[in-house]
């Protein structure tokens, strides 16, 4: 351990799989926030915190199995002359579910514009806080799955892993909160963040299909969009602002 500590390279490893889990997690941060807004106002934090602790647990666990989880990505059978692994079978699965949830969502958004008090209460009482915190802790596997591969890439101690994990899930939990009440507050910023729900669903699908999209492009096109995102909100800030004091 006193090595690890004294070696810059270790230090490295661990700053930059820090921000590289960060940068990962947003996108399961934004999935729980979504979830957690159909709970009543008093359970949305707990719901948002759990399944943040629930993707921290599975990670780590992840991480003390890293013969499963390498085992993951061989070859189980072909289908069409195409080998399929563990690895590929929860990326599509996970996938699929983000595809059909995020579309899901959508429509549900659409409806409860159209009819808004009958959507949102029918919104409140069709889904309990167990139902929400089994649908987070499902997609945590996903996105824990691909993110300790992507650890194990990048460093090669098991401490420095878990210790970049565990920052980075704390500064996400941090943030949670911030995050969903920002979501929660910009239906337009909610439609951007289901529609990255489903740009992922599909990177997932392509992952698993043995497709690579680079991520960059994916967290590129992402944040473009958000950013044209905020200037939409700043101009629609400043209008509100001329119309009220006019």
Do not use: C
Not at 37 to 47: I, V
Not at 136 to 160: C, H, N, R, W
Not at 199 to 224: D, Q, R, S, T
């Amino acid at each position: 351990m006193m090595e690890l500590l004294t070696d810059p390279a270790a230090w490295i490893a661990f700053f930059t799989l820090a921000a590289l889990e960060i940068v990962l997690g947003i996108d399961n941060i934004v999935f729980i926030s979504i979830l957690a807004a159909k709970l009543p106002e008093h359970q949305r934090n707990k719901a948002r915190q759990i399944g943040l602790s629930v993707a921290l647990v599975t990670r780590v666990l992840l991480l003390l199995s890293l013969a499963w989880v390498m085992g993951a990505t061989k070859t189980l059978f072909e289908v069409l002359g195409m080998g399929v692994s563990w690895r590929d079978i929860i990326l599509v699965s996970g996938g699929l579910f983000l595809l059909a949830k995020s579309t899901l969502e959508i429509h549900s958004s659409f409806e409860a514009a159209g009819h808004h008090q009958q959507g949102s209460a029918s919104g409140k009482a069709g889904i309990s806080f167990m139902m929400v915190v089994v649908q987070i802790g499902l997609l945590d596997i996903v996105f824990s799955l691909d993110s300790v591969i992507t650890a194990v890439g990048l460093a090669d101690d098991i401490p420095v892993m878990v210790a970049a994990i565990v920052v980075a899930m704390i500064v996400m939990m941090l943030a949670a909160n911030s995050v969903g009440r920002f979501v929660e507050a910009h239906p337009t910023v909610k439609m951007l963040a289901l529609s990255f729900l489903i740009l992922i669903g599909v990177a997932l699908i392509a992952e698993g299909l043995e497709f690579h999209i680079p991520k960059g492009y994916i967290y590129f096109a992402m944040a473009f969009s958000l950013a044209v995102e905020m200037l939409n909100l700043r101009i629609r800030s400043l209008q509100g602002r001329r119309s009220g004091g006019g």
